[in-house]
């Protein structure tokens, strides 16, 4: 008979189950270490770890965001004259 072993279960504090990976008959660990990390990844359950792991007052979760912000506006502004200087001439429209 078929039977899927659980193999790894991420939860946090015991009420969530977050990201689960059941090894199938003749499949190999590492592919399924492949896919455990992958569906934490997709899910976000890193970045969410990151986020809780210490509080941020208000304020200085307002100037993080701003300077994030500001942050996210350079790259832009860095990045757009890159492709307008581009040495392929410029498309003309119909």
Known sequence: MFRPHTLWVLQISGRHTLAEVRI???ESIES???RFK?????EGIIKEV???SFFLKPGERKRL????????KRK???R???DA???APPRTQY
Do not use: I
Request: zero cysteines.
């Open 85 to 87: 200087d581009s040495k």
């Open 50 to 52: 990151k986020k809780h």
């Open 38 to 42: 992958r569906q934490v990844q997709q």
């Open 76 to 78: 832009k502004v860095q």
């Open 80 to 82: 757009k004259p890159a």
């Open 32 to 34: 399924a270490l492949r």
């Open 65 to 72: 965001k701003s300077k994030l912000a500001q942050k996210a």
């Open 24 to 26: 199938f008959d003749g």
